[in-house]
């Protein structure tokens, strides 16, 4: 299939540049696939739409602040890293893979610092276009990350707020907390599993009364979800490995929703992945923990999932395609040209869209 096929129109002053001032104050469209219906809502009605038994899976990874701003040691001229993944780590040493700006001036040997020489690292090798190999100069960089790092923001966020807050500081201090699901426990991601930013405790606990059950899986997510796809066919695009750990327990529960005949509920495409790359069979899932490449367009048979929580996703993007995999592309770019009409929020803080 072709990229083409998953444009669409948006107006930039629709890219949500802020959070809701409440989580659940998000707007929700529902969609119904059997009906081919569109219904609005807002988020904190979700439950008038799940009933006893039906088992809603989230994404516990939390984000970490992976952003760092420094100094080419040589030069005095600025640097930007963004933590990727940790490729080994020693008693004195910790090395990640970054992505890096500028890449093109960052060669094997030179060094970099932050935070006035708080921080230290050294380029150790090329990995990928925009993308090197670093050691740290201290045992767990990761330590440092709350005092000396950043809040990744995806760039649209970034660049609607350059266009909106005319010089003011783009990262906001509440952006640590609206950033982050209230459930998030496993430090990992450079990007919220944004699904889930809509719930709040009160939320979940009405839920829960309700009889609908609260599964968790980890999946760290990494820099494959800001990476536009460029390439025609979208069979030629490769996805970025991304590490997913699923307890034994979510495996049982979703093995026993399935023989009750309820629903699966995905909370974000991030749990998709992950439960679809474990499948073994249809509405089983193996346990543990593995890395998934998995892209999912349409054409993909779904095993495990039966409905799913999600927000507006970009043009020509591998998080529509799973969507309109999910939904059919018709029907989703449909929805989506009437939430622009409707002047719904896209993107990260904005609204979300429930498929049944």
């Known amino acids: 299939m072709k990229i083409d096929l998953f444009d669409y129109e948006l107006p930039k002053e629709l890219i949500a540049a802020v959070p809701a001032q409440r989580r659940d104050e998000a707007r929700l469209m529902v969609l119904r696939r059997d009906a081919g219906t569109v219904e609005h809502s807002v988020f904190a009605r979700i439950g008038d739409y799940l009933t006893e038994g039906d088992l809603l899976v989230v994404n516990d990874s939390k984000v970490i602040k992976a952003r760092l701003h420094g100094k080419r040691t040589a030069t005095g001229g600025n640097v930007e890293f963004l933590l990727v993944e940790r490729t080994e780590k020693s008693e004195n040493r910790d090395r990640w893979t970054v992505i890096c700006r500028p890449a093109k001036k960052l060669r094997p040997g030179e060094t970099v610092y932050f935070a006035n020489k708080r921080l230290q690292a050294t380029v150790v090798r090329y990995v990928d276009v925009g993308e090197r190999e670093v050691e740290f100069?201290?045992?767990?960089?990761?330590?440092?990350?709350?005092?000396?790092?950043?809040?990744?923001?995806?760039?649209?966020?970034?660049?609607?707020?350059?266009?909106?807050?005319?010089?003011?500081?783009?990262?906001?201090?509440?952006?640590?907390?609206?950033?982050?699901?209230?459930?998030?426990?496993?430090?990992?991601?450079?990007?919220?599993?944004?699904?889930?930013l809509h719930f709040t405790p009160e939320l979940l606990t009405a839920l829960k009364s309700k009889g609908v059950r609260l599964a968790r899986i980890t999946l760290h997510v990494g820099p494959g979800t800001f990476r536009p796809v460029e390439v025609e066919d979208i069979e030629q695009h490769r996805m970025h490995k991304e590490y997913y750990s699923i307890p034994q327990e979510t495996s049982e529960a979703i093995s026993a929703t399935k023989r009750q005949g309820k629903r699966v509920v995905a909370v974000g495409t991030t749990v998709v992945?992950?439960?679809?790359?474990?499948?073994?069979?249809?509405?089983?899932?193996?346990?543990?923990?593995?890395?998934?490449?998995?892209?999912?367009?349409?054409?993909?048979?779904?095993?495990?999932?039966?409905?799913?929580?999600?927000?507006?996703?970009?043009?020509?993007?591998?998080?529509?395609?799973?969507?309109?995999?999910?939904?059919?592309?018709?029907?989703?770019?449909?929805?989506?040209?009437?939430?622009?009409?409707?002047?719904?929020?896209?993107?990260?803080?904005?609204?979300?869209?429930?498929?049944?």
């Open 137 to 196: 100069h201290c045992p767990d960089v990761l330590a440092r990350l709350d005092e000396l790092g950043e809040v990744p923001l995806p760039p649209y966020i970034l660049q609607r707020r350059r266009e909106l807050f005319h010089n003011k500081p783009l990262v906001l201090p509440e952006d640590a907390e609206r950033y982050q699901t209230i459930y998030a426990r496993e430090p990992g991601s450079i990007a919220a599993p944004t699904a889930g």
């Open 273 to 356: 992945r992950a439960l679809e790359s474990a499948a073994i069979a249809v509405g089983e899932v193996r346990s543990g923990s593995g890395t998934t490449e998995l892209m999912i367009a349409p054409g993909y048979q779904f095993k495990i999932i039966d409905a799913l929580i999600t927000n507006f996703h970009l043009p020509r993007s591998t998080l529509l395609m799973l969507v309109c995999a999910f939904a059919g592309r018709e029907f989703i770019l449909s929805a989506y040209r009437e939430a622009v009409e409707q002047r719904y929020r896209f993107f990260s803080y904005g609204d979300a869209m429930l498929i049944l």
